[in-house]
């Protein structure tokens, strides 16, 4: 033992009495604060859990720094110490347990004599000292004014009284809101330091020990951590309560015990973590092992389950708690497992009826038989002489899982008060449970549409590389409306899109779908970029009031090596020059979010060199609740900046740096582009007369670029489709020139471009007709063609794909 443990005395075994003493426990962290804090300890001082939690504990504990703290007197009540000082303990001063007594004047009971144990904890967890007290009236006994000077506090080797064992494994069930490892770890601590123990006249000492469960007998108490004399006393004690009054202590005891698991389920509508609240709430208080299976179909979020659950129903074992080592049952019933049950068992009849179902003794042969309906599963070892409660978890009246309860052989078995109990928390448990179902699926349905409409980039542009990255954010409702999009456009360009939808669920969705579409259809008619936002401010306007979203729209020309960038109210891009790897913010006009209306748009052209780096982002990447947003912006352009050996290797060097615990509320979109231009060698532009002459000329000029570019597999089709534009434009044009433009990237462009406004059209032509058998002869060549205006009349253009460039098709028959 410590030095500071009173020397042991051996305790005089008596026939035992009963008190009962309702106990509080504290229990303080390394900053002094209250991490937990019982039912009785709310009893006891008069203050909430939900107050205390967080407090100093000095303000709330009889402390005698209390007095000097608050001034006298005190609105609450007045501390007076009685021996060693509680602030000793709680300061950390104190190394060693210590145990004491302390007055507290109450405007509501008057004067109460407080006795109290304090623990000094090590360990991996925050708590750093244990505090038990109890109020001392209950061991006056039924003599009005009986003395109590001569009860004190104490410790005592847990080896000292018969029994300890039982008493150790019961200890757990004091320690408010705590999971099973945690509070085995103190109870270890608390063993080896001394147990708490009642001492009267220095003659005989009474253990301090929790019990749960209704009282039987004398000697056998009910409480929420009460002292149960385990080794009688000299001392008179209260009396035995009449069995009316016990009753309503445990029907008290239960209503606490339910209205505290009620306070500590359903924080989250994640359908496993709720799971694992409920299963973890039952042990040890109210059983000593506890598994909780669900209907897989709930599970996978897919919807509300169709009929009754028969012996073809698969259930998931979400989670096992239990008091027992660590890992005792891992192989017996392992989490995560699937598994259908056997008809002639008791889980299958709680599944079936939708009612509890109690089993007081698993005796050998019920245990015997109820094991051999699984093939390849031994449950002996589990259930054998233990007391089994099976609980329906139901919405609805539909049957979602169930909670499989048992006690150990030594602790009261489970009784009708128990069932009903476990019912009403089965009960509770199970419309958490829906609530969490039904958020799982509708987030499962937003996730499905919303992944649905991100698109499918392609990494290699012409003259660009593009990577990107699409994080969920990790709050309630987190499928949000953020999206990206990368665009196609005549003439080599491509179009960077990335936007957010202000909300989240599945409208944030939906919306950003619409939004998405628009903006995919107003670019491939290439519409320029300020042109683009206004229209997409005006339908959003015409969608509704609540379309409201910010947008950054950017087209990048890899010929002419420049962005043309608007902007609508989204943060800005970053720009990291390949030259000196500097990384920048683009200033551009911020300009309003679409659907806000009245605010003009304006375009920004930026020069740009091959090799630059392009970096949009949605705010979710860069925004810190508490903080400037210019920090993050500022982080940024420092790891955008940071050298990587990939596009993937740099966007998750970004995503690394700004989101490094992975705990980002918002959602996160990130699109990088490599622009790499494309060389002047690659590019060949001629200027062609309005003159039936000139389409000869143009076959000739193709088939000679092509040879030189060592393209030989191209120069048939693209000589055919040439000449076929060429003689259109020759027809249809007006006064200026006719321009023919090749260029070679992953594929062959050509385009052929006059000043004639009507876009080329294709037409039906049949063997009959004269005219309409070019664009014919194109579509069936071309990889993808098409026609877009331009500012002096329209380009039709085409696209050989260079891997296996198409031979001519026999003539054909018109």
Same mark, same amino acid.
Do not use: K
């Given at each position: 033992?410590?030095?500071?443990? @009173?020397?042991?005395?051996?305790?005089?075994?008596?026939?035992?009495?009963?008190?009962?003493?309702?106990?509080?426990?504290? #229990?303080?962290?390394? =900053?002094?604060?209250?991490?937990?804090?019982?039912?009785?300890?709310?009893?006891?001082?008069?203050?909430?859990?939900?107050?205390?939690?967080?407090c100093q504990a000095g303000e709330l504990l009889p402390v005698s720094g209390a007095l000097r703290r608050h001034g006298d007197p005190l609105p609450d009540g007045v501390y007076e110490e009685l021996g060693p000082e509680l602030d000793s303990s709680l300061s950390g001063a104190v190394a060693y347990p210590a145990a004491g007594r302390a007055r507290v004047d109450d405007a509501r009971r008057g004067r109460v004599d407080v006795l109290w144990w304090a623990y000094p904890l090590v360990g991996p967890g925050p708590e750093r000292l244990l505090v038990l007290a109890a109020d001392s009236e209950p061991l006056r006994g039924d003599r009005a004014g009986a003395d109590t000077e001569t009860i004190s506090p104490g410790f005592a080797l847990h080896t000292d009284f018969p029994g300890y064992r039982d008493l150790s494994s019961r200890l757990p069930e004091i320690?408010?809101?705590?999971?099973?490892?945690?509070?085995?770890?103190? #109870?270890?601590?608390?063993?080896?330091?001394?147990?708490? #123990?009642?001492?009267?006249?220095? !003659?005989?000492?009474?253990?301090?020990? @929790?019990d749960w469960g209704v009282p039987r007998r004398p000697g056998h108490l009910a409480a929420d951590g009460p002292l149960h004399t385990a080794v009688g006393s000299p001392v008179p004690l209260a009396a035995p309560r009449p069995e009316l009054d016990l009753e309503y202590a445990a029907v008290r005891e239960r209503l606490e015990f339910l209205n505290e698991v009620s306070g500590r389920i359903g924080t989250s509508l994640d359908l496993e973590r709720t799971i694992r609240e409920v299963t973890s709430a039952a042990v040890p208080r109210f059983t000593d092992f506890a598994g909780t299976h669900l209907r897989a179909a709930v599970l996978a979020g897919e919807g509300f389950p169709d009929g009754p659950p028969d012996v073809t129903t698969i259930w998931h074992r979400v989670w096992v708690e239990h008091n027992d080592e660590p890992g005792r049952w891992d192989d017996t019933v392992p989490v995560g497992e699937s598994i259908a049950f056997p008809e002639h068992t008791p889980f299958f009849q709680c599944m079936v009826t939708g009612e509890p179902v109690i089993v007081p003794y698993v005796s050998e042969e019920l245990s015997n038989r109820i094991s051999g309906e699984f093939e390849k599963r031994d449950l002996r070892p589990l259930i054998t002489h233990r007391s089994l409660l099976i609980v329906p978890l139901k919405a609805r009246d539909v049957v979602l899982g169930f909670m499989v309860l048992m006690r150990r052989p030594g602790r009261e078995p489970f009784d009708d008060i128990d069932r009903t109990t476990g019912a009403e928390l089965a009960a509770r448990a199970g419309l958490v449970l829906d609530n969490a179902r039904m958020y799982t699926y509708q987030e499962n349905v937003a996730e499905t549409l919303q992944d649905s409409m991100l698109p499918q980039i392609e990494p290699r542009m012409a003259g660009c590389d593009i990577a990107t990255r699409y994080l969920p954010g990790a709050r309630l409702g987190r499928v949000g409306g953020d999206w990206f999009d990368s665009v196609k456009l005549p003439g080599s360009r491509t179009a960077l899109v990335v936007g957010d939808v202000m909300g989240?669920?599945?409208?944030?969705?939906?919306?950003?779908?619409?939004?998405r579409t628009a903006v995919l259809t107003m670019a491939t008619m290439e519409m320029p970029p300020a042109q683009l936002l206004r229209n997409l401010d005006d339908l959003a306007r015409r969608l509704g009031e609540q379309y409201l979203a910010t947008c950054l729209y950017a087209v990048y020309d890899p010929i002419r090596s420049e962005l043309q960038i608007a902007n609508a109210g989204h943060i800005p891009p970053v720009?990291?020059?390949?030259?000196?790897?500097?990384?920048?913010?683009?200033?551009?006009?911020?300009?309003?979010?679409?659907?806000?209306?009245?605010?003009?748009?304006?375009?920004?052209? #930026?020069?740009?060199?091959?090799?630059?780096?392009?970096?949009?982002?949605?705010?979710?990447?860069?925004?810190?609740?508490?903080? =400037?947003?210019?920090?993050?912006?500022?982080?940024?352009?420092?790891?955008?900046? !940071?050298?990587?050996?990939?596009?993937?290797?740099?966007?998750?060097?970004?995503?690394r740096a700004l989101n490094p615990s992975g705990g980002r509320k918002d959602d996160v979109a990130l699109l990088m582009a490599r622009l790499n231009g494309i060389p002047d060698g690659d590019v060949a532009e001629w200027q062609l007369a309005l003159d039936p002459r000139e389409v000869a000329r143009a076959r000739r000029l193709v088939r000679g670029r092509l040879l030189d570019w060592d393209l030989p597999d191209a120069v048939e089709a693209a000589e055919l489709m040439v000449s076929e534009l060429v003689t259109n434009a020759v027809k249809h044009g007006r006064t200026h020139h006719i321009g023919l433009r090749l260029v070679r990237t992953g594929?062959?462009?050509?385009?052929?471009?006059?000043?004639?406004?009507?876009?080329?059209?294709?037409?039906?032509?049949?063997?009959?007709?004269?005219?309409?058998?070019?664009?014919?002869?194109?579509?069936?060549?071309?990889?993808?063609?098409?026609?877009?205006?331009?500012?002096?009349?329209k380009t039709v253009w085409f696209e050989l794909a260079l891997s296996r460039v198409p031979r001519p098709r026999p003539p054909i028959a018109w």
């Open positions: 033992m410590d030095p500071g443990v @009173p020397p042991q005395r051996t305790p005089q075994p008596r026939d035992a009495a009963a008190g009962r003493v309702p106990l509080a426990v504290v #229990v303080v962290d390394a =900053d002094g604060l209250v991490s937990h804090w019982s039912t009785g300890a709310r009893r006891l001082f008069g203050v909430s859990r939900e107050d205390a939690v967080g320690l408010p809101s705590m999971s099973v490892q945690e509070a085995t770890r103190i #109870v270890a601590q608390i063993l080896e330091l001394g147990y708490p #123990v009642l001492e009267f006249s220095h !003659h005989d000492r009474i253990p301090v020990t @929790p989240h669920g599945l409208n944030s969705a939906a919306m950003m779908g619409q939004l720009l990291v020059r390949a030259e000196d790897g500097r990384a920048e913010l683009l200033d551009l006009p911020t300009g309003a979010p679409v659907g806000v209306g009245g605010v003009a748009f304006e375009a920004v052209t #930026v020069r740009v060199r091959p090799g630059d780096r392009l970096v949009l982002c949605t705010d979710g990447l860069v925004e810190v609740r508490g903080q =400037d947003i210019g920090a993050g912006l500022a982080a940024l352009c420092a790891s955008a900046a !940071h050298p990587a050996a990939s596009m993937a290797a740099a966007c998750d060097t970004i995503i594929a062959l462009l050509c385009e052929v471009s006059d000043d004639e406004p009507a876009p080329a059209t294709l037409l039906g032509a049949t063997a009959h007709d004269e005219f309409g058998r070019g664009l014919v002869l194109v579509s069936r060549l071309a990889s993808e063609w098409g026609t877009s205006a331009t500012a002096r009349g």
